[in-house]
């Protein structure tokens, strides 16, 4: 029986592999913030701009109609698949089931190579609280990053698909999970995630050094218990206008996928 999940090539991913990819990409600020390029789909949305729109035009209305399957990948162990490719020098980059990570050649679609960040070993108890789906990953440099459940980001190297660093992004003793893809920028891989809906928890996103894993500030989306003190003065002002002893559920607030970069003032 032939799985039920597959990878194919569609318009867009032709068009990105005729030959029009730059030798050697430099994944920047620059290059994120690029909207006329359409050789690369270098972040979620593409671009900084999240409009997910290329700018290119060898596929229009007079030839959609001829397009056809040039290849397909079987994914056999993939339940779901959610994320976003990238593609990077005719090089596809996407996550599957449990945050699998494959590179595959754009044109031919051979296999590159496959990592398993090992997520239900990692999981233990909390493996019943997710469906194991991941949306997307992140590319800044040298550094391809992902995001797996138990709430580790990894960085990979892009070539060889060889673990790099890790970095434990949640408590694992509480109930948080990360489904949701992280964002690159400026040097360093935001991420937040979710868990509410399964026990308490307090919502957070995070800034990773790109290059090392290593943590670089932390934002709380809601205020915590008041005696232990204000993280920041956003969260002081935040918690006058919270009733009750809400620290002791946590306080919601997770932000777990959907995170936007303006370039031109320098806001998350």
Sequence with gaps: MRSRYRLAAVALCLALATGTARAETTVDDQALGDESQGANWLSYG????????????????????????????????DRSLLSTPLVVDGVLYFTGTFSVTRAVDAKSGKLLWEYDPKTIEHSGDRLRIFWGSSRGLAYWKETLVIATNDGRLIGLDPRSGKERWTTQTTDPSKPLYISGYPKAFRGKILVGNGGTEHGAARGYVTAYDAETGKQAWRFYIVPGNPADGFEDEAQEMAAKTWKGEWWKHGGGGNTWNGFTYDAEFNQI
């Design 46 to 77: 593409r671009t900084y701009s999240e409009q997910r729109f290329s700018p290119l035009a060898q596929i229009d209305t007079s030839n959609v109609g001829k397009l056809g399957p040039a290849w397909w990948l079987d994914l056999p162990t």
